[in-house]
């Protein structure tokens, strides 16, 4: 039965998780702690993921972490496989690896970090976890988004930045708000699809679960000189009663624990008639398949995520009239080389493309499932609703 190698139990103890630190004020990493050893299985074996699945339930606080730990060096692929698996129950957070030397390095969302002292000679390797319920919390959204609020607030310097704005223009202008007309944008973010209809003559109100991103909206609202009503809060529980005759909803339905539960929460928000404009990550397309294939390590949404097909479905079960749909955003691999080009025209040219296959894929009738990365619907909410 192998232990915990010292750095992995102190990387731990550290929890240099930000949001573990943070949000967790109860979590004390070791109290909540399982440590499952898979002997000489390899990371792929199926029975594996079923033995851990047994052994969490129950037997895991909800804000604990599970170390599983292997001998050998699987790729990222056979870890993914082994991600995949324990998904949604648990959702794999960080990777160490014990070279043959016994040095560990530590892999995680902000990338690989060489860790202090040795573990037993390797190879080897450890996957810690967290419960699906835990890292899709609200605690967790809301200090994920206060920490990376600058990011989704855009870079005017970046190549990305003109593609980052057509995004959301995009969204506003199929929206088509009208002079007067009282729009939300729910899950604001920074604010960019609300300010773009706000542009528009709306009268605009918007919220978001961080604090931070509310802080942004503002600013950027003060910046184009137009007026907005931002509030802090969840579409599950939100800060407005409503009802607006136009909601404005773009990547957000991924990061709830549950959609029909989010739903619930925006449905009232729209006025009888009124429009309901949402748009999320296309969990179809190649780019998205490739990297759960892939990646060990991926955020919630891209697990979570809604076809638009699934999207349509609900929004008919609920009442609501599709009246338009569409896919946006090149797939693999426009999407990381518009992340590493240092290349204004890169950049630009990317845009052109985006926005061309786009237009046309409109044309034909929304059918590139495969080769876009986005979705948006637009639907309308029945008149007696
Ligand atoms: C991918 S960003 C999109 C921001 C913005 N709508 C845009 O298109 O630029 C997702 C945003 O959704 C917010 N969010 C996550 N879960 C939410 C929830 N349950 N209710 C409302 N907003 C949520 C996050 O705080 C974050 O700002």
Redesign the pocket.
């Known amino acids: 039965m192998r232990t915990l190698p010292p750095p992995i139990r102190d990387d731990l103890a550290a929890a240099a998780d930000p949001v573990v630190s943070t949000a967790g004020e109860r979590s004390a990493a070791a109290a909540a702690l399982l440590v499952l050893d898979a002997g000489d299985r390899p990371a792929t074996d199926a029975r594996l993921a079923e033995d851990v699945l047994a052994s969490v339930d129950g037997g895991l606080a909800e804000d604990g972490h599970v170390v599983i730990l292997g001998g050998g060096a699987p790729t990222p692929a056979e870890l993914a496989m082994l991600r995949n698996r324990l998904w949604p129950v648990l959702h794999l957070s960080r990777i160490h690896r014990i070279a043959a030397d016994g040095t560990v390095e530590r892999e995680d969302h902000a990338g690989r970090t060489a860790l202090d002292g040795r573990a037993d000679p390797g190879p080897g390797w450890a996957v810690v976890a967290t419960t699906r319920a835990y890292a899709m919390s609200?605690a967790v959204?809301?200090v994920?988004?206060d920490g990376k609020?600058a990011g989704?607030n855009g870079d005017p310097s970046s190549p990305a930045y003109g593609h980052f704005r057509w995004?959301?223009r995009l969204?506003a202008d199929l929206a088509k708000p009208r002079p007067g007309e009282a729009v939300l944008?729910?899950?604001?973010?920074?604010?960019?699809?609300g300010l773009e209809a706000a542009r528009k003559g709306a009268r605009l109100s918007a919220?978001?679960?961080?604090p931070e991103?509310v802080r942004f909206v503002e600013q950027n609202a003060a910046a184009l000189g137009v007026e907005v009503d931002a509030r802090v809060?969840?579409?599950?529980r939100p800060p407005f009663e409503g009802p607006f005759d136009l909601v404005?909803?773009?990547?957000?339905i991924s990061?709830?624990p549950d959609p029909e539960v989010?739903l619930d929460?925006l449905d009232p928000l729209v006025a009888p008639g009124g429009r309901l404009v949402i748009?999320d990550l296309n969990p179809s397309s190649r780019g998205f398949r490739r990297r759960r294939a892939e990646r060990p390590l991926l955020p919630c949404?891209e697990l979570s995520g809604l076809t638009r097909d699934e999207m349509v479905r609900r929004l008919e079960a609920r009442g609501y009239a599709v009246e338009w749909v569409r896919y946006y955003q090149n797939t693999y691999p426009f999407p990381e080389l518009l992340h590493r080009t240092t290349s204004a025209l890169v950049g630009w040219a990317i845009l052109q493309w985006n926005r061309l296959s786009s237009a046309l894929d409109a044309v034909l009738g929304a059918r590139g499932e495969a080769s876009f990365d986005s979705w948006i619907i637009g639907a309308r909410k029945k008149e007696n609703g």
């Open positions: 609200p959204t809301a994920k988004f609020a989704w995004m959301r969204l944008d729910a899950g604001s973010g920074a604010g960019w699809v919220f978001d679960p961080s991103m809060g969840f579409m599950e404005l909803n773009s990547g957000v990061f709830a989010y929460g748009g949404r």
